[in-house]
């Protein structure tokens, strides 16, 4: 079945303890891109991959890394996670960059 | 860069046709889509329409463009409960890169 995986779906944890949220497709996509969705502000994108080692920030990059070491993942870090950065965050992927994305079913991670 | 209006909220009875309208600034947008967000779930493409399109019908979905005032909407006939969930438009131009809208909440009531 095609889809993105994303890991964890929950995660609570506090402030300045690093972690790493992984994003997997499986459909061959040379598209990947993170985004993080809050209440009245919509989707805001974080950094985006046009394929393996390519990697370019979005909108809202600050206290965010990732890398792109395989097609197939995307991971997602937080080096050290202040409370502002509690959210719903979404992996996205697609062919050949277009907008049909296809999502992951979200991490939400709170950060005391 | 690309702005993506739309209004949050838009309640309907069940039955009714709900219309959910959109506006782009960037006029050299080639790709228009709606994209639905059903509670707890991630976005899920809906419809999408070219730029060299007016209108695009899919069952009970019939997507409006106006280009002239970079405006879009979607309209679902016979709305129904299990229509509720956000709907988010979005755009994209030369790079593909979509910007999204901030979404509308879709609340459908008996």
């Known amino acids: 079945e095609a889809q993105v995986t994303q890991n964890p779906r929950y995660l609570i944890t506090v402030t300045g303890k690093k972690l790493t949220v992984t994003c997997s497709q499986n459909m061959n996509h040379e598209y990947m891109s993170w985004y993080r969705q809050d209440p009245g502000l919509g989707l805001r994108q974080i950094y985006y991959s046009m394929n393996v080692e390519v990697t370019d920030k979005g909108d809202v990059p600050e206290g965010y890394k990732v890398s792109r070491k395989e097609k197939r993942n995307f991971p997602l870090i937080l080096e050290s996670p202040s409370p502002n950065q509690t959210s719903l965050y979404f992996c996205?992927?697609?062919?050949?960059?277009?907008?049909?994305?296809?999502f992951g079913e979200g991490s939400r991670l709170t950060v005391l | 860069g690309e702005d993506v209006e739309q209004s949050l909220f838009l309640s309907v009875r069940e039955g009714d046709s709900s219309v959910i309208n959109c506006t782009y600034t960037?006029?050299?947008?080639?790709?228009l889509y709606w994209y639905k967000q059903e509670p707890g779930a991630g976005l899920q493409l809906l419809t999408y329409i070219f730029s060299n399109m007016d209108m695009k019908q899919d069952q009970r979905l019939t997507v409006l463009l106006n280009k002239k005032d970079k405006h879009l909407s979607l309209r679902i006939a016979d709305t129904q409960t299990g229509d509720s969930a956000i709907y988010f438009c979005?755009?994209?131009?030369?790079?593909?890169?979509?910007?999204f809208g901030r979404g509308t909440s879709l609340i459908v009531h008996p």
């Open positions: 979005a755009a994209s131009g030369g790079s593909y890169i979509p910007t």
């Open positions: 996205a992927s697609s062919l050949y960059n277009t907008g049909e994305l296809f």
């Open positions: 960037d006029s050299s947008s080639t790709y």
